[in-house]
């Protein structure tokens, strides 16, 4: 039985909830005090200690927990849960029946009503995302619920959660039957090896599959391209599969080499026509400035944060810096496809890395496409900070 708690939040922030906000800042609570035991239910009262709302007490980031009902008798039992996991699953039946693509997200944290918990389906495996141990408390309700509403073959978990907010390792099968892995998804046509039971990744980032398609479909033919921070080479199967003459992967993680190789030849390409190089990204521009390297189209997606023993990259700081990099090694009228998932900032603010970096360049460009999320990845529109991805494709015009 979880423990209710009171905490009393500033007006400003009570505003918001109100409003729909659904993250419970450190910041707007006046009590902290009271809390101890993360998974309680906590009661969000105003100064006048009249209900605002009913959460949950979670560290994660920013916030202290997550709001779930604004309304103060509904509880926080299997029945809530159900009903917010079955609605998501009803948002997704375009993709439950879609036989080219068998990998999506079917619950999107606070976007489909739980802040601090994804699901990801992956060809009848489910993979649980938990993102503090508050969320995590509260597990019992989440795979009860999968056992009543859906068919699986096997379902993994990954705690996402530890004293530093890392990754906790471990073993991730949770039940059902063990895959022997790595599985073969699709996705658009595209086929992926996926491991659920490798650690924090599982070989491909769904959040991207929107444009690995538009790289495909759009962008690829008789290219030579360049894919930076290429993790399993995903970006590069789909350029080789829309008709890239050759692609160049450069990921400095050891494991990118193997990885990259079992995506290629998972859907009949020759890697050995590919290059790959396990190299630092800012390594290797500087080998291709060296030896006058140029590329059609150059794809950007970096981690957020990355350190190396010779560099310290944040997006929030250096993307105009890696964006110049890229510039310099890119033909007039090739194109770059600029990503970044760092949720600290919005689209507006990196078009404003872009013009920097394109000004520093000496360069001009034109923006030929940018999303965000895809539709499977439900965020609430009112508050954009929760739609962190950001994606520009832009064209090098001199």
């Given at each position: 039985?979880?423990?209710?708690?009171?905490?009393?939040?500033?007006?400003?922030?009570?505003?918001?909830?109100?409003?729909?906000?659904?993250?419970?800042?450190?910041?707007?609570?006046?009590?902290?005090?009271?809390?101890?035991?993360?998974?309680?239910?906590?009661?969000?009262?105003?100064?006048?200690?009249?209900?605002?709302?009913?959460?949950?007490?979670?560290?994660?980031?920013?916030?202290?927990?997550?709001?779930?009902?604004?309304?103060?008798?509904?509880?926080?039992?299997?029945?809530?849960?159900?009903?917010?996991?079955?609605?998501?699953?009803?948002?997704?039946?375009?993709?439950?029946?879609?036989?080219?693509?068998?990998?999506?997200?079917?619950?999107?944290?606070?976007?489909?009503?739980?802040?601090?918990?994804?699901?990801?389906?992956?060809?009848?495996?489910?993979?649980?995302?938990?993102?503090?141990?508050?969320?995590?408390?509260?597990?019992?309700?989440?795979?009860?619920v999968l056992d009543k509403l859906v068919t699986y073959k096997g379902i993994y978990e990954k705690k996402r959660f530890d004293t530093k907010g890392q990754y906790i390792d471990q073993d991730d099968f949770v039940q059902g039957a063990q895959g022997d892995f790595p599985i073969i998804v699709k996705e658009n046509g595209m086929n992926f090896a996926i491991d659920?039971?490798?650690?924090?990744?599982?070989?491909?980032?769904?959040?991207?599959?929107?444009?690995?398609?538009?790289?495909?479909?759009?962008?690829a033919e008789g290219k030579h391209v360049l894919n930076t921070f290429s993790y399993t080479g995903a970006f590069s199967v789909a350029a080789s599969l829309g008709g890239a003459v050759k692609t160049t992967n450069v990921d400095l993680a050891s494991r990118s080499l193997p990885k990259t190789i079992e995506q290629f030849s998972v859907n009949g390409i020759d890697?050995?026509?590919?290059?790959?190089?396990?190299?630092?990204?800012?390594?290797?521009?500087?080998?291709?400035?060296?030896?006058?390297?140029?590329?059609?189209?150059?794809?950007?997606?970096?981690?957020?944060?990355?350190?190396?023993?010779?560099?310290?990259?944040?997006?929030?700081?250096?993307?105009?810096?890696?964006?110049?990099?890229?510039?310099?090694?890119?033909?007039?009228?090739?194109?770059?496809?600029?990503?970044?998932?760092?949720?600290?900032?919005?689209?507006?603010?990196?078009?404003?890395?872009?013009?920097?970096?394109?000004?520093?360049?000496?360069?001009?460009?034109?923006?030929?496409?940018?999303?965000?999320?895809?539709?499977?990845?439900?965020?609430?529109?009112?508050?954009?900070?929760?739609?962190?991805?950001?994606?520009?494709?832009?064209?090098?015009?001199?």
């Amino acid at each position: 039985m979880t423990k209710t708690i009171e905490l009393q939040v500033n007006a400003q922030n009570i505003a918001d909830i109100k409003k729909g906000y659904p993250l419970i800042l450190k910041e707007a609570v006046l009590n902290l005090d009271v809390l101890k035991e993360e998974g309680s239910i906590i009661h969000l009262i105003d100064r006048n200690r009249k209900f605002v709302a009913k959460g949950y007490y979670g560290v994660q980031n920013k916030g202290i927990g997550w709001v779930l009902t604004k309304n103060a008798d509904e509880p926080i039992d299997f029945n809530f849960f159900e009903s917010k996991i079955s609605r998501a699953i009803e948002r997704r039946a375009t993709f439950f029946e879609d036989e080219e693509t068998n990998a999506y997200r079917v619950f999107n944290g606070e976007g489909d009503g739980i802040g601090g918990l994804t699901i990801d389906y992956f060809d009848g495996f489910y993979m649980v995302s938990w993102y503090s141990e508050g969320i995590y408390k509260l597990k019992h309700h989440v795979y009860g619920v999968l056992d009543k509403l859906v068919t699986y073959k096997g379902i993994y978990e990954k705690k996402r959660f530890d004293t530093k907010g890392q990754y906790i390792d471990q073993d991730d099968f949770v039940q059902g039957a063990q895959g022997d892995f790595p599985i073969i998804v699709k996705e658009n046509g595209m086929n992926f090896a996926i491991d659920l039971n490798d650690g924090a990744m599982t070989g491909i980032f769904l959040d991207q599959r929107d444009v690995r398609e538009s790289i495909r479909d759009n962008y690829a033919e008789g290219k030579h391209v360049l894919n930076t921070f290429s993790y399993t080479g995903a970006f590069s199967v789909a350029a080789s599969l829309g008709g890239a003459v050759k692609t160049t992967n450069v990921d400095l993680a050891s494991r990118s080499l193997p990885k990259t190789i079992e995506q290629f030849s998972v859907n009949g390409i020759d890697y050995e026509q590919q290059e790959i190089r396990v190299m630092d990204v800012f390594d290797y521009f500087r080998y291709a400035k060296r030896h006058a390297l140029k590329f059609d189209l150059v794809i950007l997606d970096p981690p957020s944060f990355a350190r190396s023993k010779k560099y310290t990259f944040s997006t929030a700081k250096d993307y105009p810096a890696l964006l110049m990099d890229a510039i310099a090694i890119t033909e007039t009228n090739g194109i770059i496809v600029a990503s970044t998932n760092n949720a600290s900032f919005g689209m507006k603010k990196f078009k404003t890395f872009i013009e920097t970096a394109f000004n520093d360049a000496g360069s001009k460009y034109k923006i030929l496409e940018e999303s965000s999320l895809p539709k499977d990845f439900r965020t609430n529109r009112d508050f954009q900070e929760f739609n962190y991805l950001k994606v520009v494709i832009l064209q090098k015009t001199k």
